[in-house]
């Protein structure tokens, strides 16, 4: 003998089923939240200067370098104009402290960092990255060395250092560490179920 059961009423479920399909194909807004995911990461990477390996510290020559800029700043003020001789040497000094004392590694002006945005977002991927020349090199590291002349010339003091070429080390701040990968999985999940995740 035999049985057949028959279930009615899970229209529902064939609904859903439907428009998880749906949502399968169409992944272009989860694609855009897994960006949204991967700048927050990179922000963080800048705050922690590298995660999970911290970047190596900026040089001697970048220090005194940064230094001078801080010098030149300070002189350019009108309290450091209207001051005498000992209180300019503060003023100097406070602004070095400011600049260059608590310095993140590459902020600087934090061009770089406020440079990095989302690409193409597409279906089937999401790009992020920074339209700055500089990025790639202190992403990956790599040796500058001079294109015309027989020196690099680094401004400093009104003046210059000479140097043959400059290795910048690799500083990765384009990393999605393993806690995003939850964020992503997430995210994921709650495209898949239409925002009920």
Not at 166 to 188: C, G, H, K, W
Request: aromatic letters at 6%.
């Amino acid at each position: 003998m035999k049985v057949v059961i028959e279930v009615q009423g899970l229209d529902f479920v064939t609904r859903e089923l439907e428009e998880m399909a749906r949502r399968g194909i169409n992944t272009k807004p989860l694609m855009g939240e897994i960006g949204n995911i991967m700048l927050r990461s990179v922000a963080k990477n800048f705050e922690a200067q590298g995660r999970p390996t911290k970047w190596k510290p900026i040089s001697p020559l970048t220090r005194m370098i940064y230094e001078g800029q801080a010098r030149s700043k300070a002189r350019a003020t009108k309290a450091w104009q209207q001051a005498k001789e000992k209180g300019r040497r503060g003023i100097e000094e406070r602004r070095i402290a400011k600049d260059v004392g608590g310095a993140k590694i590459l902020h600087g002006s934090e061009d770089l960092k406020k440079s990095i945005t989302l690409g193409d977002v597409t279906n089937e991927s999401v790009e992020i990255g920074s339209s700055l020349v500089y990025a790639r090199i202190h992403q990956f590291g790599g040796i500058i060395r001079p294109k015309r002349f027989d020196a690099l010339y680094i401004p400093f003091n009104g003046g210059y250092i000479r140097k043959k070429q400059s290795v910048i080390p690799a500083r990765p701040y384009l990393m999605l560490q393993n806690e995003d990968e939850t964020f992503i999985l997430r995210a994921v999940e709650n495209h898949m179920m239409g925002g009920r995740a």
